[in-house]
C-alpha cells in the first residue's frame, strides 16, 4: 500500500513536555504538522506544555519516556509498542536518546524500524539530535539512528559524526535548523503581562533564557556584572528565566548579589511558559541557540553567549 505523502500519520516521541528548547521545538512541530493537514500524535512522559497540544487538537499519550531505570525502559517498550499497534502510525520521528532507544526496541519487536508493517504499511523512524549528547562507550550503545537522521546546525552533525559515530553512509544525515512560529510573536500574542514582575514600566531588563543544567557560565556572568550594571542603570532588573540541575547555584548567586546591592536586582524566574511576554518587556536578550532565535523572531536586541550552538 502506497501512503500518501500529503496526509501522513505521525508520532513524534519525545521525554517529556515541561519546557525546554526541544520540548517547544515538538510542541512547534507538532502543530505546524497538524495545520499542513497530517495526522499528529505526540508520545511523551508528559509536563506543563501538554495543554498546548490538547488545545491544538493533537492528542498526547502519557509513556515513561523520560527515565533510564531498567524498568521504566522496559514499561516503555511495552507501551510503545501497545501504541504503535493500536494506531497504525505511518512515520514515528524521536526526540531525544531515550525515546529514539525505546522507538527502535518496540519497532523491532514488530519488524524493525524501517520494516514494521501496520495494515500494510511502511513504518520508518526518523531521530532529531537537538544537542551534543554524551558520547562515551556506554552512552553509545543506547544512540539509535533510525531510518534517516535530522540535525539542528552543523555542530550537531560533526558532533553525530565525530563523536557519536554515525556512518553518513549508512544512514543519511539532514541539517535542518530550528524554526520558529512567527505566530508565537505578534504583538498580540506578546501583549500579555509576565506573571509575577512589578517592575517600573521604564526599568530597563536584560533577559536570559536558558536550562540551568551545565554550563551555567552566561547566568552566572551576568550576576557578577549586575553590581557594574546596576550603577549605570538604578532601576536595572536582570531576569533569569529557566530551570535545571544548577538551578540552585545560580539562585545563591543571585540571592548574594541581592543582598550585596540592597534591592532585587536579579530575579530568578524558574520555568516559564510566557517567553514571548518577557521577550516583549526585555531591552535586550542574552542568549544562545532556540532562546536567541525566539528574542529575534520578538524583535529584539540579541547578545549571543553560550558554549554550544
Known amino acids: 500500500m502506497t501512503v500518501d505523502a500529503h496526509h501522513l500519520h505521525i508520532l513524534l516521541a519525545t521525554m517529556a513536555l515541561d519546557v525546554g528548547g526541544a520540548e517547544t521545538h515538538v510542541v512547534t512541530l507538532a502543530k505546524a504538522l497538524a495545520r499542513r493537514g497530517h495526522r499528529v500524535e505526540v508520545a511523551s512522559a508528559g509536563g506543563r506544555m501538554v495543554p498546548q497540544l490538547t488545545q491544538a487538537g493533537i492528542p498526547h499519550h502519557a509513556l515513561p519516556l523520560a527515565s533510564r531505570a531498567p524498568w521504566k525502559l522496559a514499561q516503555a517498550i511495552v507501551s510503545f509498542r501497545r501504541l504503535l499497534r493500536q494506531r497504525a502510525f505511518d512515520v514515528v520521528h524521536a526526540h531525544a536518546r531515550i525515546p529514539a532507544w525505546v522507538a527502535d526496541q518496540a519497532l523491532r519487536r514488530l519488524g524493525g524500524p524501517g520494516r514494521a508493517r501496520f495494515e500494510g504499511r511502511r ?59 512567527l505566530d508565537d510573536f505578534t504583538e498580540k500574542a506578546m501583549a500579555a503581562k509576565p506573571e509575577g514582575l512589578d517592575l517600573p514600566p521604564d526599568a530597563p531588563v536584560v533577559l536570559h533564557v536558558s536550562r540551568l543544567s ?24 536582570i531576569l533569569i528565566a529557566g530551570t535545571g540541575t544548577r538551578f540552585e547555584v545560580v539562585r545563591r548567586a543571585a540571592e548574594e548579589t541581592n543582598r550585596r546591592l ?10 516559564r511558559l510566557d517567553i514571548p511576554a518577557l521577550q516583549r518587556r526585555a531591552w535586550l536578550t542574552v542568549a544562545v541557540g532556540r532562546a536567541a532565535l525566539e528574542a529575534m523572531a520578538a524583535e529584539r536586541p540579541v547578545v549571543i553567549s553560550g558554549t554550544n550552538g
Request: proline share 9%.
Open 262 to 271: 540592597g534591592r532585587k536586582v536579579v530575579w530568578m524566574l524558574g520555568a
Open 123 to 181: 513504518c520508518p523512524l526518523v531521530t532529531t539530535y537537538h544537542g551534543p549528547y554524551a558520547a562515551g562507550c556506554f552512552w553509545r550503545q543506547f544512540t539509535r539512528w533510525g531510518d534517516a537522521v535530522i540535525v539542528v546546525s552543523e555542530h550537531i552533525r560533526e558532533h553525530v559524526v565525530d563523536r557519536l559515530r554515525a556512518d553518513p553512509h549508512k544512514v543519511p544525515i539532514t541539517i535542518i535548523p530550528n524554526g520558529i512560529d
Open 214 to 237: 551545565e554550563p551555567i557560565d552566561t547566568a552566572l556572568a551576568l550576576i557578577g556584572a549586575a553590581p557594574d550594571l546596576n550603577a549605570r542603570f538604578p532601576q536595572l532588573a
